[in-house]
């Protein structure tokens, strides 16, 4: 009964290092997406892949990369982490239909010093 | 631009209580609207969800919604709160044809009282 799990649940970073911020669903969804937390904003979309080998761009990309492995995983890029970069990062999944609600995992917490 | 709105940044109720969260949105046509519940440390969970139809929405842990399209409103109820109702809480819209882009409020903190 996992659903959406990301890894791994914390970091703490130096600014200029590299990360990549791991997550994978069980529930067969087609559709994936990153978003990032922060106080007062809410969740903003980072990317999201539509289905298996498609990616785009959400509100919030810049800073960031995103690989759709396969249908199952979908992974999040800091290739320079910045202290701007410093959040908590939830990855989700759905069908692929506006309709479909997300399903979220417990989220990745993020620290750059 | 589309919008959705959370007036509410924090709200403390006592326990057996009752609770309502507002919930405003900005959108051309009515959107797809949900609400989601975070408790610490976790993701969010999916409370209930609004289509169309009946404007009256019941979802888990004894929670409802009433969607009102005159006031553009979708606000969250539930009739007596419990300590374990402690969370955030957010609202979020979808437009019908804007495949994936959920938009979020900024959320509302509830705290309970004894």
């Known amino acids: 009964n996992a659903g959406v799990t990301q890894t791994p649940k914390f970091q703490v970073l130096k600014t200029g290092q590299s990360m990549t911020l791991q997550c994978a669903q069980d529930m067969n969804h087609n559709s994936m997406y990153w978003y990032r937390q922060d106080p007062g904003m809410g969740l903003r979309l980072i990317y999201y892949s539509a289905s298996e080998g498609t990616t785009d761009k959400g509100e919030v990309p810049n800073g960031y990369n995103v690989s759709r492995l396969n249908k199952r995983e979908f992974s999040l890029r800091l290739e320079s982490a910045a202290p701007s970069q410093t959040s908590v990062y939830f990855c989700?999944?759905?069908?692929?239909?506006?309709?479909?609600?997300?399903?979220f995992g417990d989220g990745t917490r993020l620290s750059i010093l | 631009a589309q919008s959705v709105t959370q007036p509410d940044i924090h709200i403390t109720v006592s326990e057996g209580a009752s609770l309502e969260l507002r919930c405003n949105y900005s959108?051309?046509?009515?959107?797809?609207l949900f609400w989601y519940v975070q408790s610490p440390g976790q993701g969010l969970q999916l409370l209930l969800k609004y289509f169309s139809g009946d404007t009256l929405v019941q979802g888990i842990k004894g929670f409802e919604a009433e969607f009102k399209r005159s006031q553009s409103s979708f606000n969250l109820r539930k009739p007596s709160v419990h300590w374990s109702d402690a969370a955030e809480y957010f609202c979020?819209?979808?437009?019908?044809?804007?495949?994936?882009?959920?938009?979020f409020g900024a959320g509302t903190q509830v705290v309970v009282t004894p």
């Open positions: 959108y051309g046509a009515t959107p797809y």
């Open positions: 989700a999944s759905s069908e692929l239909k506006s309709n479909q609600p997300q399903h």
């Open positions: 979020a819209a979808i437009s019908t044809d804007s495949w994936g882009k959920l938009q």
